[in-house]
């Protein structure tokens, strides 16, 4: 089982990138796909979620309005794209299979794939 965040790169304050996850080893299909995040010196955070089905997508305050979640499952892949992005989106971005429940959304199991880093300078 293997997931591969990739797309990071260095932008400046307002543009965009789009990040991308794909899975080796397993189908992603079958699981809910959350987005994390973490900057230097700060704990990981949630950033976006997205249902198996791609029907429900969940986003922290601190990307809602300027993010969206989708998969494609016939590339086994899910993206992030990331709009008018700040300083403060500058962190290692990961993904992972998360579960969703009537409380929220988290990470499903005790697994963390490769990362990309985004880095929002001027």
């Known amino acids: 089982v293997q997931l591969q965040a990739s797309g990071g790169g260095l932008v400046q304050p307002g543009e965009s990138l789009r990040l991308s996850c794909a899975a080796s080893?397993?189908?992603?299909?079958?699981?809910?796909i959350g987005w994390y995040r973490q900057a230097p010196e700060k704990e990981r955070e949630g950033v976006s979620c997205i249902s198996a089905s791609g029907g429900s997508t969940y986003y922290s305050d601190s990307v809602k309005g300027r993010s969206t979640i989708s998969r494609d499952n016939a590339k086994n892949t899910v993206y992030l794209q990331m709009n008018s992005l700040k300083p403060e989106d500058a962190a290692v971005y990961y993904c992972?299979?998360?579960?969703?429940?009537?409380?929220?959304?988290?990470?499903?199991?005790?697994?963390w794939g490769q990362g990309t880093l985004v880095t929002v300078s001027s």
């Open positions: 080893g397993f189908t992603l299909d079958h699981y809910a």
């Open positions: 992972a299979p998360a579960f969703i429940n009537e409380a929220g959304w988290g990470r499903l199991f005790d697994y």
